[in-house]
């Protein structure tokens, strides 16, 4: 039993502490950035846009959307493409300031498909990321392949090839190289 005297003792420590005390700040929430993309494959005629990575986490159904335009035209086959090149891709779409979509020429490649293009050329590497789902070839309406390659190569993010001739960039999520 705590007397009178020993509760206004107490209570008045508890108003003095309560007053002096810092008050509680709630901690900023640092919303982190969007990433979006924007592809039309102009084999297939689709497009895939839109955000694809919010709340710091991947949207599962935007990725799949991204996967079903990046397949592979002559099978069929869709592949899962992997983040890190997209995400190379939407930097570099924030470097160059891009509006307009990624013209997609090759996404992911079947084996099948790898080896018909590797006996035909040999700018194929029989190996190809392609086929791990870590390589696009890109081209921008209005935009030389010089000047995107370029912009690709300064991010040192992975291997870049420009194709003048055939008026196209690869770009993968592999060890960094150029060609």
Request: positive net charge.
């Amino acid at each position: 039993m705590i007397d009178r005297r020993q509760f206004l003792s107490f209570a008045t420590a508890a108003v003095a502490t309560s007053m002096f005390a810092a008050p509680a700040i709630a901690k900023p929430t640092i919303k982190k950035p969007e990433r979006s993309i924007s592809f039309y494959n102009i084999h297939t005629g689709e497009s895939a846009n839109g955000i694809y990575w919010a709340e710091g986490r991947y949207d599962r159904r935007a990725l799949t959307s991204i996967y079903r335009v990046l397949r592979d035209h002559r099978t069929d086959q869709v592949h899962a493409i992997d983040v890190d090149v997209i995400d190379m891709l939407h930097r570099l779409r924030s470097r160059i300031g891009l509006g307009r979509p990624y013209h997609v020429i090759s996404g992911y490649r079947s084996p099948e498909s790898n080896a018909m293009l590797a006996s035909m050329s040999d700018g194929v590497a029989h190996k190809s990321l392609h086929m791990e789902g870590k390589a696009v070839d890109i081209r921008v309406e209005g935009m030389s392949p010089g000047t995107l390659g370029r912009a690709a190569k300064s991010m040192k993010s992975g291997g870049v090839g420009i194709y003048r001739s055939s008026n196209f960039v690869h770009v993968d999520c592999g060890k960094v190289r150029t060609w």
